[in-house]
């Protein structure tokens, strides 16, 4: 049986997860209006991936008899102004929720819940896969200075993204 302590920490996380996705929708939508499509493409696959984040602890919840509480999410403010202020904001903000991930983690430990201890493994990969992610795009920015053709190479490059989980979520299994 699962803590209401975890259980409420697990929920806090969802709100978190779909924090990340508006957030990266938000600002997907600034890269359309500034005509850069494949950023665009790029943050819009992330959005998803957040989303399955989300859903992924939801099911978890669900399997093991408990209740996800679907967030109030509010509006995800993007003012940046440079591509690469936005991406620097990408990796703070994944640094954020991986000491969150890791706190969660921490609990289930306390908690003695070794499900919840497996299942904090699989995103504790995948924050060094977001984080990675984000640094690489930094890195290139770096080395692409201020030219507009190299950022406009990259725009193209990033639009190649293809998404790498399900997105219908009735399919995502408890098992995985
Ligand atoms: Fe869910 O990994 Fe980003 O936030």
């Given amino acids: 049986m699962i803590s209401k302590k975890v259980t409420d920490r697990i929920n806090l996380q969802i709100e978190r997860e ?6 990266y929708l ?15 493409k790029w943050l819009t696959i992330q959005y ?21 509480a679907v967030p109030a999410i509010s509006k995800q403010e993007v003012k940046e102004t440079t591509i690469k202020a936005l991406f620097e904001r990408v990796l703070a903000h994944e640094k954020k929720v991986t000491a969150s991930i890791n706190e969660l983690y921490e609990l289930a430990l306390a908690e003695k819940d070794y499900p919840t201890q497996v299942l904090c493994q699989w995103y504790i990969d995948e ?18 200075g201020d030219s507009k053709q190299g950022t406009f190479m990259l725009n193209i490059e990033l639009g190649k993204r293809k998404a790498s989980i399900p997105l219908d979520f009735t399919e995502i299994g408890g098992e995985d």
């Fill in 18 to 23: 779909m924090e990340s996705a508006f957030l």
């Fill in 127 to 144: 924050q060094v896969e977001e984080e990675k992610n984000a640094e690489e795009i930094l890195r290139n920015l770096a080395l692409l």
């Fill in 48 to 68: 998803h991936e957040e989303m399955f984040h989300s859903m992924k602890f939801a099911r978890f919840l669900q399997d093991r008899g408990a209740s996800f």
């Fill in 26 to 40: 938000e600002m997907a939508s600034r890269m359309v209006n500034e005509g850069y499509e494949g950023f665009a």
